[in-house]
DNA sequence: GCTTGACCCTATAGTAACTTCAGGATGTGC
DNA sequence: GCACATCCTGAAGTTACTATAGGGTCAAGC
């Protein structure tokens, strides 16, 4: 299987696959005489979970965790459970955080609601009035 | 004013405040015979404004739009509103789209209530198992 | 045997909004 | 005169890719 089969079949690209082989997360396949990648069933299964994982919004780092624990597992799967445990709370958080930002959106939008001149537009003075909020180090990758 | 100064009445880092220089959103303030940077009350306006305008998690492309309509104010204030509700679409889409996650998420977590081998794990089988989905291209820039 | 087109390869740079670092100059208090 | 905070520039690092340049491989058709 070329790299542009497994792409296909995990629907992603071809740069993403190569990209995450440089990355560490797929395994480097075998080579053809003509230096082209051949992927087995294997590397299906894992760009798979892969795939999953970021479809779920994981960082590379939390991906790595878990196929860290696949490749050597050991112990129990307690680990596992808080990664996700952990992952829930920072997509909750960041509704939340969204949520806020939602609110005061809407209320920003309500102060200009016909077409003024830039001057008074209420818009543009409620941004120029709003008292800065300090902004947080992103405690969560959602953006 | 010095740019130490500058950054803690607004909130925010000196590398931040020069970096935004650099990027044209805050004009380069006048400089003292040690090169250092002479910040005056308008460059305080202005980057509480686009301090703000961050804090809405707002691009530097869409600030730069609505610096553009202040410094040259022509005609009425519609492309402003139309830029807020485009961004207050953003967020809802986004919004949207992380509460799907959240549940997609916590059924997985349900998946293993206690601490098994990792061969066992219910986690690790759910994203071995889910249907790959085609991630689209974010529409929104909000991560 | 030759061309065309689809596919493959590597290496590098670009994206967004900063942060961090290296290496050095300035200003202030003691 | 020295320590220390603060300032300067320029370059590189961050995340997860995407895009681009410049080239090799392979199967089909003429």
Redesign the interface.
């Known amino acids: 299987m070329k790299v542009g089969e497994l792409a296909q079949v995990?629907?992603?690209t071809v740069e993403t696959v190569r990209y995450y082989e440089k990355e560490g997360l797929l395994p480097a396949p075998e080579r053809t005489a003509a230096n082209y990648r051949r992927y087995v069933q294997a590397h299906v299964?894992r760009l798979?979970?892969i795939?999953?994982?970021?479809?779920?919004?994981m960082t590379h780092a939390e991906i790595r965790a878990?196929l860290e624990?696949?490749d050597h597992?050991?112990?129990?799967?307690?680990a596992?459970?808080d990664l996700?445990?952990q992952?829930?709370e920072h997509?909750?958080a960041?509704?939340g955080e969204?949520?806020q930002?939602?609110d005061?959106?809407?209320s920003?939008?309500q102060r200009?609601r016909n077409?003024?001149?830039?001057?008074?537009?209420g818009?543009?003075q409620g941004?120029?009035a709003?008292e800065?909020?300090?902004?947080p180090p992103r405690p969560s990758?959602?953006?």
């Open positions: 995990a629907r992603c299964d798979r979970f795939r999953n994982c970021r479809a779920l919004d878990l624990r696949i597992p050991a112990g129990d799967c307690r596992i459970n996700l445990d992952h829930i997509v909750e960041r509704i969204l949520r930002l939602q005061q959106l809407v920003l939008r200009c077409e003024r001149p830039i001057d008074a537009c818009i543009l941004l120029a709003m800065t909020e300090v902004r990758h959602l953006g």
